[in-house]
């Protein structure tokens, strides 16, 4: 599958410089409303897995927000050539962190419940590969992204109500950019329901659902930590029941 690499970095670059640029301005205008917290802003952008782009089935995995960057980065989001460094990262980031344990006692994180859950829909979507390497070999076949891809350093907690609003219209066209670049064939939305404002998430499903023209099957689902075997099993069944008939 063939992709304009450089057109790509370009825009990114692009939605970023200004998504920084509005986050800058963003609290001279935030009378009565949360403000951004502070100018320690990082990115953490769509990647995929190295056979990911050669695959004939092609696995998005999207997440509310980016989690928690407790590594101090080479650049903040609004340093000179921030924008471009992490679009760079995340073009060099071939998930093999998924593979990895941290600390002696640790489970690989392609096992802790929101990645066994990815883990064990592709193993329904291909299960000769997804089983190879100790069962981590579907790892190389997914992509994985955020609604909202920029988020305070080292921080635990999803991006306050400031961030979100600031970042909100140009991670719209982020997606979009991400999807037509990617070109999944399945796309795997988890996040919970709790979201502060309702239109904010249905906004990026009209973006997603435009994708079932284009043969792309979409599921939705809630996230899977502190479930049930029992609960773990529906929400698998359930997914796949959308694939079957979330079709274009």
């Not at 305070?152 to 909100?168: D, R």
Request: net charge positive.
């Amino acid at each position: 599958m063939k992709n304009n690499n450089a057109e790509y970095k370009k825009v990114m670059v692009q939605y970023l410089t200004e998504a920084a640029e509005t986050i800058a301005g963003y609290n001279n205008h935030a009378k009565g409303r949360s403000k951004i917290m502070n100018k320690e802003l990082v990115a953490d952008l769509a990647k995929c897995g190295e056979r990911y782009m050669d695959s004939p089935i092609r696995l998005m995995v999207i997440g509310r927000a980016a989690g928690r960057i407790s590594e101090e980065p080479e650049k903040w989001l609004d340093d000179t050539d921030g924008p471009a460094y992490y679009v760079d990262l995340a073009r060099q980031d071939h998930l093999e962190w998924l593979r990895e344990a941290k600390g002696k006692r640790s489970k690989r994180i392609c096992k802790r419940p929101f990645y066994k859950l990815v883990g064990d829909v592709m193993c329904e979507l291909m299960p000769e590969e997804a089983q190879k390497e100790d069962g981590m070999g579907w790892t190389h076949y997914i992509a994985r992204t955020n609604f909202y891809d920029i988020t305070y350093f080292n921080s635990a907690t999803n991006p306050n109500a400031a961030l979100i609003q600031a970042q909100h219209p140009i991670m719209l066209k982020m997606m979009e950019c991400d999807l037509n670049y990617f070109k999944p064939t399945h796309i795997l939305v988890i996040t919970g329901g709790d979201w502060p404002e309702a239109k904010k998430f249905h906004d990026f499903m009209k973006m997603i659902d435009v994708t079932k023209e284009k043969n792309c099957k979409v599921a939705v689902t809630g996230r899977p930590e502190f479930k049930s075997c029992k609960e773990l099993q529906e929400m698998k069944n359930n997914i796949w029941r959308q694939f079957q008939t979330n079709q274009g």
